[in-house]
């Protein structure tokens, strides 16, 4: 697998990542436990180094299966992992990244990964009550601890990456990114460049959309987030279907798959860039892993910014109330 370095602090990893919060739900239920820590040891075993989780997957639960996977590897690793959220119990009382909130957050996230430190601890979404300077104050504090290795933003704007990034160096950005959702390229990717910060595009596949595997008739399981997202409206997700067969050709004409050209088109735009594309199945992970021996040359690039430049991507990526939370 080749590698990547995010940030300015040598933080290597896999090319391809893998996010793990759909193995406790999300898209569905939950797989069973034991397939789940087969897929993410499986990961390991093709070379992949990056695993993505988060305190509010569950919430917990996902930390706990990631913990028990990684265990056996846990050298050979990174793990990153989010605060944000407070609870009462598992009830999530909502965005919280108060100082002592995040110095609580950390020590539960330690003991459900069997760790003594994380190497990436991301701020899950922007906390508009409390100054980013104090939410990378706390961070720094954890990394002088040895608590964590690196810092992260998750969703956040150009503005706030560069105040946070002046208390303490940001490795890495994660924030949606794929071919059917382009703002970052102009939102962030100029201050990640001058910065010198890496971006981990989470959904690179379109939450399942560019992998073909989907159109207008496809239903989906109770308790899946889609069914609340605007963009995976039938009708939508007919209008967007035009996009998917632009992958599709070019797909065809290399012998692989629409899943390994969407992920392709990702490495391929800068080279501080490691998607975390997530899955249930060994064999979806395996074909997702193969995406990083893809090449997509410059006339296959220039072909799909043609297409995607006459095409007009139906349906808002989140529902209303999810884009709320995002720091603009």
């Not at 961070?139 to 040895?146: E, H, R, T, W």
Request: contains cysteine.
């Amino acid at each position: 697998m080749k590698k990547r370095t995010l940030g300015q602090g040598n933080l290597e990893v896999s090319a391809i990542g893998l996010g793990c919060m759909g193995l406790t739900g999300g898209y569905g239920p939950a797989t069973d436990r034991q397939a789940a820590i087969a897929l993410i040891r499986a990961a390991v075993e093709r070379g992949v180094t990056l695993f993505d989780t988060a305190e509010v997957y569950g919430p917990f639960a996902n930390e706990e299966l990631v913990g028990e996977a990684l265990a056996p590897f846990r050298d050979q690793v990174v793990i990153a992992t989010k605060f944000g959220y407070a609870y009462e119990g598992t009830t999530n009382l909502g965005i919280n990244s108060r100082p002592e909130q995040i110095k609580a957050a950390v020590e539960g996230s330690l003991k459900r990964l069997r760790t003594d430190r994380i190497d990436l601890y991301y701020q899950h979404r922007v906390d508009p009550q409390v100054p980013i300077e104090d939410v990378a104050g706390a961070v720094k504090d954890l990394i002088a601890a040895g608590k964590v290795l690196h810092f992260g933003l998750s969703e956040a704007s150009a503005q706030t990456l560069r105040r946070a990034h002046a208390v303490q160096p940001v490795a890495a950005l994660q924030s949606e990114y794929s071919l059917w959702w382009r703002e970052p390229e102009q939102k962030t990717f100029p201050t990640l460049v001058e910065l010198g910060i890496g971006f981990v595009p989470f959904s690179p596949l379109g939450k399942g959309f560019l992998t073909g595997a989907i159109d207008e008739t496809t239903t989906f399981a109770q308790g899946d987030i889609r069914n609340t997202i605007p963009r995976f409206a039938e009708d939508a997700r007919k209008a967007n279907q035009s996009l998917v067969d632009v992958v599709g050709r070019i797909a065809d004409a290399k012998r692989v798959t629409r899943a390994q050209v969407a992920l392709a088109w990702l490495l391929a735009q800068h080279a501080w860039i490691a998607p975390i594309p997530g899955t249930t199945k060994v064999h979806r992970m395996e074909e997702n892993v193969g995406a990083a021996d893809v090449e997509l040359s410059a006339a296959e690039l220039a072909s799909i910014q043609q297409a995607l430049a006459h095409i007009d991507v139906q349906g808002a990526r989140y529902a209303e109330s999810q884009l709320r939370t995002i720091d603009e």
